[in-house]
Nanobody, 123 residues
């Protein structure tokens, strides 16, 4: 129903910022809740941030709250993750995910995924 492509990852020094983008296509995209997950080697995929289909509600993992901001521009079919004050612990592959209507924090409840984009934060 929806296809997702992440971009914007890269290598940055701790304390710097990065913005990830998730370009979406497919029917009824604007009615999908969107989320960002991340996965580091040897760790389970974890919830980072989510945003309701209207953009009116956002959700963050405690580890990123105050540093990361999720937003969406439905006219552009794009979701963003602004990451500030990056830490080495933020290093992971970041994935964009979609599900209908309601944001949840569990990766197995999302049916659509992007290919992932690598974020590496050096100390």
């Amino acid at each position: 129903q929806v296809q997702l492509v992440e971009s914007g990852g890269g290598l940055v020094q701790a304390g710097n910022s990065l913005r990830l983008s998730c370009a979406a296509s497919g029917r009824a995209y604007s009615r999908y809740a969107m989320a960002w997950f991340r996965q580091a080697p040897g760790k389970e995929r974890e919830f980072v941030a989510g945003i309701s289909w209207t953009g009116g509600s956002t959700y963050y993992a405690d580890s990123v709250k105050g540093r990361f901001t999720v937003s969406r521009d439905n006219a552009k079919n794009t979701v963003y993750l602004q990451m500030n004050s990056l830490k080495p612990e933020d290093t992971a592959v970041y994935y964009c995910a979609a599900r209908q209507w309601v944001v949840t924090r569990f990766h197995d409840e999302y049916g659509y995924w992007g290919q992932g984009t690598q974020v590496t934060v050096s100390s």
